[in-house]
């Protein structure tokens, strides 16, 4: 556990860049520092491989000042991720990834056999191993980054805006890739961004900074949402963060009523006692169980046909648009596919996109005032949502 510990960072020319921090990081989870431009997030981040000395308090790594620490064994044992992942240009990427490796004396063969280990690990083609930095795209450098800093296997990694100078669909993927390497790896992680949604899709735990250093609230990010600390969170939070919150919430109590399915090879007698109060339409699936589309259900009754006979065939559907996982999606999820389906209905569908039920949008907003009564939460208004 990393302990920040009342500490303070006072610049030569007067600027105070931290005021007082006291945070408590946990083992083998992502603790975010999030904050506008100059609140002291990077400088934090710094004080803690000493890269940059604090002025006041103290930090502490398992229980050891790090002060009592000689800095070369300190910073060992933290990896260092930066923005544009600061690679070396003139070194081969394996060469870029095997740098601490090398540092620590092992051999040209095992530090390579590192390498190729973590470009894996990270996503990247081994078959890059021999390009320079220059032969990569933005993502992939990043990438690099994150395996350079994983190399000697530190139980410690600093990130400091990480995946900031690339676009939002390669950014993603990168969040991605590192929820699954931290799944596999466990690691301790500090992770610096200015980007709140970022932070909430990346962090088990948010401290949100304010400007001069000053810790405005710390709580993981379903709290955060639900309970900002005051109006500045909030406002720095941003819109929807009712809808945003919902998220957190999983779909497993969410019943969903098989009654409105049919199958497309149905006689008549059975799409006659097929029916869900409130729904004027039918679910038909396929023979595989996948949805096919909404069929009005009166006229389906009057047809007396099969819901993918001559007369109510597949042309007639509706479509049944986005399917949310039973059990697997969040209450999100579930609202989204509600709120975009023809029939304001959506679509519950199991592991093998098999439908399993059918669930409404005032049914979803029952859902979620449980689900926030359960948890002591505040309630959202859904209907209000923007
Ligand atoms: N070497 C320095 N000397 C004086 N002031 C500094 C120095 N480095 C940073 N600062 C100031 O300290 C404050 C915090 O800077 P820091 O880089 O930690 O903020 P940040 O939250 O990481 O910002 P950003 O999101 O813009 O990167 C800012 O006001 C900055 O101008």
Redesign the pocket.
Known sequence: MISIEAVSKR?P?G?V?VDGLSLEVPDRSITVLV?P???????TLRMINRMIELTGGRILIDGEDIQHKPVNALRRSMGYVIQNAGLFQHRTIADNIGTVPRMLGWSKAKARERSMELMERVGLDTSMAKRYPYQLSGGQQQRVGVARALAADPPVLLMDEPFSAVDPVVRRGLQEELLRIQEELGKTIVF?T?DIDEAIRVGDMIAVLRTG?RLAQYAPPDQLLSTPADAAVEDFLGADRGIRGLSFFGTDALTVDPGGIVASDATAQQVSSRATEGLGHLLVVGVDGRPLGWADAARLRESGAAAAGPKGGPAQLLPHGQAFRHGEDSLRVALDCAVLSPTGWAVAVDGEGRAVGVVSQEQIAAAIRAAHSQRGTAPVDVGAAR
């Open positions: 610049y020319d600027t860049a904050g431009s100059g609140c002291g997030k990077t400088t610096v200015h250093g």
